[in-house]
């Protein structure tokens, strides 16, 4: 069996090629499962040592474990053998107006996502489906709000653009950079296992592979990414907040969607927030894309190489990796419907 790590078509550089990419997101799949595990002795020793030891506090051991072990390492470990691939993964500097322009994008983004996730819950729930509540606890106070900021919103952030925007981008991107970003993207959503957020993923996957490659830097990525999921734990927390002020929270839990925007005249205010913001998001981004153009790089990312045939490898592993995201949707489809919990 043939097995290629490199693809080696790039000034200056090699890239990963699409088995090693695919090799490392199996990885980051498998470790969804396996980072508890691995995070049990760590769990058990702390547990002896701070007695009042929250299960929020384990969590936060076990995404610390996840994205560490079986993102971080992974990829550090490839690019040490392979450190031509460095190239391809866009590790280059951003400009301030660049990275100012990434944090109103994403603070933009923010709504825009929310208000098409809403749009999705609607049809979710039209068709008999229950939205799974989120197993992400609220923190209670605002020292644990900027400890979950950290971990929730910028670790993520960080890891996740090194394996899709880095390693999975540049590996993708022999088949060009605009497919790359659909491929890419509909493997971030994937990794989420989660039909509620498939718009939002997906979309947001090809937001942050735009600034990426419209600013040449994977930085641009990271920012916009933590930028993102902080927004996102902020407001929840705020509205938590206010929910449980209101005494309003086991309303909030028992009305649909529909209800809660304020049937339809509220889904046309919906609609008209998903244009405005929409726009909006459009137009920071063609600000962003500018950059490039003044940076004398005219044409948008890189163009299709040459068609080769995919290996038996390549193709295994894909196929290994897609049965992974089936299983993982297949428990999050029954939730859904109620038959597991």
């Known amino acids: 069996m043939?097995?290629?790590?490199?693809?080696?078509?790039?000034?200056?550089?090699?890239?990963?090629?699409?088995?090693?990419?695919?090799?490392?997101?199996m990885t980051a799949m498998m470790g969804l499962w396996f980072a508890q595990?691995?995070?049990?002795?760590?769990?058990?020793?702390?547990?002896?040592?701070?007695p009042e030891m929250t299960e929020q506090t384990q969590n936060t051991v076990s995404q610390i474990v996840y994205y560490l072990l079986f993102i971080i390492l992974p990829v550090v470990l490839y690019t040490k053998k392979h450190p031509s691939c460095a190239v391809s993964m866009r590790i280059n500097p951003i400009s301030g107006k660049a990275a100012l322009l990434c944090v109103l994008a994403s603070a933009v983004g923010v709504l825009f996502i929310n208000y098409i996730t809403s749009i999705w819950v609607i049809l979710i729930e039209a068709v008999g489906g229950t939205v799974t509540q989120s197993g992400i606890s609220m923190p209670e106070n605002i020292q644990a709000l900027a400890g979950m900021v950290i971990f929730v919103g910028v670790m993520p952030g960080i890891c996740e653009e090194v394996l899709f925007r880095g390693v999975m981008l540049g590996a993708w991107e022999e088949k060009g950079s605009l497919s790359a970003m659909l491929?890419?993207?509909?493997?971030?959503?994937?990794?989420?296992?989660?039909?509620e957020g498939i718009p939002a993923e997906f979309v947001s996957g090809l937001i942050l592979a735009f600034v990426v490659i419209s600013t040449d830097s994977l930085f641009a990525g990271m920012i916009y990414h933590t930028v993102h999921n902080s927004l996102c734990l902020i407001i929840a927390y705020i509205a938590n907040g206010a929910e449980i002020a209101g005494e309003g929270a086991h309303l909030a839990e028992s009305a649909s969607m529909l209800e809660s925007i304020g049937g339809f005249f509220g889904l046309l205010v919906l609609l008209f927030y998903i244009g405005g913001t929409g726009a909006l998001l459009l137009f920071i981004l063609k600000r962003i894309d500018k950059i490039r153009i003044r940076q004398e790089r005219f044409e948008f990312g890189v163009n299709r190489a040459q068609r080769r045939e995919m290996p038996i490898s390549e193709v295994l592993v894909i196929a290994a990796c897609g049965i992974v995201a089936f299983m993982m949707y297949l428990m999050n489809f029954l939730e859904i419907v109620g038959i597991i919990s």
Do not use: Q
């Open 183 to 195: 491929i890419v993207s509909m493997w971030f959503t994937f990794l989420h296992a989660s039909i």
């Open 37 to 50: 595990f691995a995070a049990y002795p760590i769990n058990f020793i702390l547990s002896r040592i701070l």
């Open 2 to 25: 043939s097995v290629n790590f490199t693809l080696e078509d790039r000034p200056g550089g090699g890239k990963p090629s699409v088995f090693a990419a695919s090799f490392l997101y």
